[in-house]
């Protein structure tokens, strides 16, 4: 097995494992995350969600977060996995947060429990993403 390959499937089990961890007592949507940072380091994360919606914190939400805390600013890799017929994509603010530390080339992977997957690249998830270069005096 190539070592990029053993590689998601080293994250799309830890966003596996995760994923148990997860606080959905109002959805029962569980899902978990698992980012590696620039660094090699992996960086895992769950959905918490609030009786009030809209404070809960998305799964890659909270990995992005541990890599932050623990000083780094770069990924390269990104596994999603939740429960459902098909693998589910980042919602919309948290692709906007993956484009903030990765690449327009950076792979996501998206799993189910049962095991099926889909591959896609930041870019192909949020083309013509905002970036910091949007924000340049002309």
């Keep these: 097995m190539p070592a990029e390959e053993t590689n998601q499937d080293d994250l799309v089990e830890q966003a596996r494992r995760v994923r148990a961890n997860a606080h959905a007592p109002y959805s029962g949507f569980k899902v978990g995350a698992a980012i590696r940072a620039a660094s090699g380091q992996v960086y895992v994360g769950c959905n918490v969600e609030n009786v009030a919606y809209p404070e809960g914190t998305c799964a890659e939400a ?33 692709r906007q947060k993956l484009a903030e530390f990765g690449r327009g080339e950076t ?16 870019s192909e998830l949020l083309p013509g993403a905002f970036g910091a270069g949007h924000m340049a005096e002309s």
Excluded at 62 to 80: K, N, P, Q, R, Y
């Design 107 to 122: 792979n996501i992977t998206m799993a189910t429990m049962d095991g099926q997957f889909r591959t896609a690249t930041l």
């Design 62 to 94: 909270g990995a992005i977060s541990a890599m932050v805390a623990a000083g780094e600013t770069g990924l390269t890799d990104v596994a999603v996995v939740a429960s459902g017929p098909e693998p589910v994509t980042p919602c919309g603010g948290c």
